[in-house]
């Protein structure tokens, strides 16, 4: 379980809208706090709709959201990419389709990716992602949104 140096909270919403996006998760990988903060901070510099957020509460809370769904995918490339290399195209949507299916086994790490998609847009996962298969998990999780 990863230990939480900040915790979500849904009280800064008055119409509850995000409050099912933002509730905190049960983790199914081990990743340090560094590593959150890491990801936050990609997720806030690459977030154009964050930048213009004006409530910091607002802001904080969706970057950490998507920040935690990204270092769940990250940890779970790090794993695959033991077994799997990806240097080619093939290769890379070869790994690609292990993280898809290793994500939609996992119901929990599943409806964090679509709640980050949600939360943060295509642009801004992809760039919390930072690997070279991103976008193919990125299309995934987009058609289980549409789902």
């Given amino acids: 379980m990863i230990e939480r140096s900040l915790q979500i909270s849904d009280s800064w ?3 509850g809208a995000f409050h099912k996006y933002l509730m905190p998760e049960q983790q199914p990988y081990v990743v340090p706090p560094e590593s ?3 990801y936050r901070v990609r997720v806030l510099f690459h977030c154009e709709e964050l930048k213009h ?3 910091p509460t607002v802001r904080a809370n969706i970057a950490l959201y ?3 769904a990204a270092a769940d995918i990250q940890a779970l490339l790090q794993q695959l990419e033991q077994s799997y290399p990806a240097n080619s195209m093939t290769e890379k949507m070869t790994m690609a389709t292990a993280v ?4 939609e086994s996992n119901p929990s790490l599943k409806q ?3 709640n980050a998609l949600v939360a943060g847009g295509t642009k801004v996962l992809e760039a919390a992602i930072d690997h070279p298969v991103a976008a193919f998990i990125v299309g995934a999780i ?6």
């Fill in 13 to 15: 919403l008055t119409d």
């Fill in 36 to 38: 959150i903060e890491a």
């Fill in 53 to 55: 957020e004006t409530n």
């Fill in 66 to 68: 998507l920040a935690e």
């Fill in 100 to 103: 898809v299916e290793q994500i």
């Fill in 112 to 114: 964090k990716a679509v």
């Fill in 142 to 147: 987009e058609e289980w949104q549409g789902s």
